[in-house]
């Protein structure tokens, strides 16, 4: 299977915005409870990219199938070196190694930028994500019990981090 990992574009934002609404409406990665419309999508990701942060996209068959971002992980100055990343992607094309393309990018772009740690926030029924972190060096570093509410039942959010 030929990926193609690059650059965020506008017209990219519909793509993303499925599959961001797609994870809010049925899966804890998100926590939000209320489905984005095109325009906060559209700035949430334009806000990552004026900060000079990246939004790169995984693209098959012209069709984008995935998308990453980092953006700071608190806004204080001492946390500048500190960065939180996501990696979503189409549910039919899960498994199929775009995450770790997508990832892999991030970690190298992250570098480039003299970061220091990227950090990663994972709800805690999803084993999948944490094993896959971990294969890329990310260590659990702490786990917040019942910080999240959704789908009737509380949920632990599990920080993972790795210092790049």
């Known amino acids: 299977m030929k990926v193609n990992i690059r650059s965020y574009k506008t ?13 809010i409406l049925h899966s804890t990665a998100l926590y939000d409870y209320t489905v984005r419309s095109y325009e906060q ?17 995984a693209e098959f068959k012209g069709e ?11 806004f204080r100055e001492a946390y500048q070196f500190t960065v939180e990343h996501s990696v979503y992607l189409d549910e039919k094309f899960q498994g199929k190694g775009i995450g770790k393309l997508l990832l892999a990018r991030l970690i190298e772009l992250a570098k480039k930028q003299k970061l220091h740690t990227m950090i990663g926030v994972i709800d805690s029924e999803n084993q999948d994500s944490i094993e896959f972190h971990e294969k890329f060096g990310f ?5 917040i019990k019942e910080s999240g509410y959704k789908f009737d039942r509380w949920l632990n959010s599990v920080f993972v981090q790795l210092i790049l």
């Open 11 to 23: 017209e990219d934002t519909q793509a993303i915005l499925d599959i961001i609404n797609h994870s």
């Open 139 to 143: 260590k659990t570093v702490g786990i």
């Open 64 to 74: 984008v199938v995935g998308f990453g971002m980092y953006s700071e992980f608190r």
């Open 41 to 57: 999508q559209k700035s949430i990701l334009e806000e990552k990219i004026n900060k000079k942060f990246p939004v790169i996209i």
